[in-house]
């Protein structure tokens, strides 16, 4: 035990899965930045597998990713100095591949822990890639010993009871946590459970930025041996925070942070909406597209996604197309001009009618003697996907699919029609939560001086796909206010039709809806892919299979 300081750098990055030589460029560049920092930074800790990137899949079995995993981490420790780093990497041995971190120092490695807990639930496969670690780590740096966990082994109680007993004094954990609603107060609950229970302030190093479905919001925090937060860094963008430890009157290690170290926690509809933002920035910059394309109906749901896409791109790299049919009114058209205008993006205005017509006379003598219903509503959104996808690849723009999770569930989306796409923004925003952001998105504009971005009429009026005369969606759907909720007892928490009608819903339309979901998960598995913001969303935490015999 020393009297002395200790601090250690949060480096919360945004890094590209499988870019190996890219990821330890980042991670040298942050090391240099610090070493010429006026005050002196002991130890940097990076993210899990930040070598690597997360999740990354079954990239981990190809030989080639090893050898540039190898490579990496031999060039990283060369260059390790002041300060020393922790790093998380692909471990491989003749035993498997294990989820490891090394400690780097003056040009060697100095210490090396491999990941306890492999989480094997919802969106998480780690048992699929990776063997178990059984031992506790714990280093020492200025004089302080630090116990070391990854991610998941935070979550459970005995590896930071393991880490306390081998003489840890704080806790390091490197993470790579996905978002969702509600995640960094679990999180921080979380925390200050382990703290209590270990009597170790804790060090929690969080990745940010977006993979695919996943996004990862930061949020990088440091909690005392009560579990008070002292540091808590910024959502959505990368951060490169410190914290300094000292010792108490009994020798304890104590944090020790700026008063403004603890950035407040947003509001659970900014939080979510931001999210929306980062996923559609880094799927589009992370797949190099120069930008998107999208319909713009003049409902809801598209006015949302294209606040998002300007958001996220900047209006310069998105495009707005507004395609008519005969069932259009008039206030849709309108009300998409006026958005496209407020937001300064390139805007379309190309009708169907000739190509519905057109198709309506080439199936003319199929359809003869059958009745009018979905087939044409269903012509006419893929007569719209023509125009877009045409745009699409003529231009290079990504077409965003403007679907939300209300739709998917029920199968209320047309596939090969406005389905297509791909990437789907709000594809896990049920319809409920897609007025909630819209409200706020228009809130923040009026707080900020600015005119609102979408206009009131699309949040007010009701919802309908325009593709028939005065056409509602609760002409073919339960009201939102009573979907929604049915759709989330049985999504999110896999409840049965008694538990939902327990909840006091009518159980001829609980029975109906979850019949929609179970006959359309068809659909879903050709739906793009979308950001993950619930608890569990349709994509690689939801699988249900597409011929099933059973029956609630």
């Not at 990137?53 to 050898?67: A, C, K, M, T």
């Not at 490695?109 to 807990?117: D, L, N, P, V």
Request: charged fraction near 25%; proline fraction near 5%.
């Amino acid at each position: 035990m020393t009297d002395g300081r200790l601090t250690i750098a949060l480096a919360q990055l945004d890094l590209l899965v499988g870019d190996i030589d890219g990821n330890a460029a980042r991670v040298q560049d942050t090391a240099a930045q610090l070493g010429t920092a006026p005050s002196v930074v002991d130890l940097v800790v990076f993210p899990e597998l930040t070598l690597a990137g997360y999740p990354p899949e079954d990239l981990l079995f190809h030989r080639g990713f090893r050898h540039q995993i190898e490579r990496a981490l031999e060039r990283c420790t060369r260059t390790a100095g002041q300060p020393a780093m922790l790093l998380g990497f692909p471990e491989y041995t003749d035993a498997g591949i294990y989820n490891s971190v090394a400690l780097l120092a003056s040009g060697a490695e100095r210490a090396r822990y491999r990941k306890t807990c492999l989480p094997n639930y919802g969106v998480f496969d780690e048992q699929r890639y990776f063997a178990r670690g059984n031992a506790p780590l714990v280093i020492e740096s200025s004089g302080f010993r630090l116990g070391i966990l990854i991610c998941e082994d935070i979550w459970q109680r005995d590896p930071a009871q393991e880490a306390r007993v081998a003489g840890a004094e704080l806790l390091l954990v490197t993470n790579a946590s996905p978002y969702e609603q509600g995640k960094q107060a679990a999180r921080e609950a979380m925390l200050r459970e382990r703290a209590i229970e270990t009597g170790l302030p804790i060090v929690y190093v969080n990745l940010v930025g977006a993979q695919d479905e996943l996004v990862f919001d930061g949020q990088s925090v440091v909690v005392d041996r009560h579990g008070n937060v002292v540091l808590r860094a910024a959502a959505f963008v990368e951060a490169l925070a410190t914290i300094e430890f000292t010792r108490d009157a009994d020798g304890r290690a104590v944090p020790r942070a700026a008063p403004d170290a603890i950035t407040p926690p947003l509001a659970e509809a900014e939080e979510v909406y931001r999210a929306l933002v980062q996923g559609v920035r880094d799927y589009v910059g992370k797949h190099r597209f120069p930008g998107v394309v999208l319909g713009l109906s003049g409902g809801i749901d598209s006015a949302l996604t294209l606040a998002i896409a300007v958001d996220a791109l900047g209006a310069e790299r998105v495009q707005a197309v507004m395609m008519p049919s005969r069932y259009t009114a008039q206030m849709s058209l309108d009300d998409a001009a006026l958005q496209a205008s407020r937001l300064g993006v390139k805007y379309s205005v190309i009708p169907i009618e000739d190509m519905f017509a057109a198709t309506l006379a080439a199936l003319a003598e199929e359809f003869a003697g059958r009745p009018v219903d979905a087939t044409e509503e269903n012509i006419q959104s893929r007569c719209r996907m023509q125009l877009l996808m045409g745009i699409s690849n003529k231009t290079g723009r990504m077409l965003l699919t403007t679907g939300n999770k209300s739709e998917m569930a029920v199968g209320y989306a047309t596939l090969y029609g406005d389905m297509a796409g791909g990437f789907a923004p709000i594809k896990d925003c049920s319809k409920l939560l897609v007025y909630r952001l819209a409200e706020w998105r228009n809130t923040a504009a009026v707080t900020a001086g600015e005119s609102v971005v979408i206009p009131a009429r699309v949040i007010e009026r009701a919802p309908s796909a325009e593709l028939r005369p005065d056409q509602k969606d609760v002409d073919s759907l339960p009201p939102y206010e009573i979907l929604d909720p049915i759709l989330e007892a049985f999504i999110e928490h896999d409840q049965s039709v008694e538990e939902i009608v327990a909840r006091g819903y009518d159980k001829t339309t609980v029975g109906r809806v979850l019949d929609l979901v179970k006959r359309n998960e068809y659909k879903r598995r050709q739906a793009p892919p979308g950001v993950r913001v619930s608890r569990r969303a349709f994509g690689r935490d939801w699988r249900y299979p597409i011929t099933s015999g059973y029956r609630r």
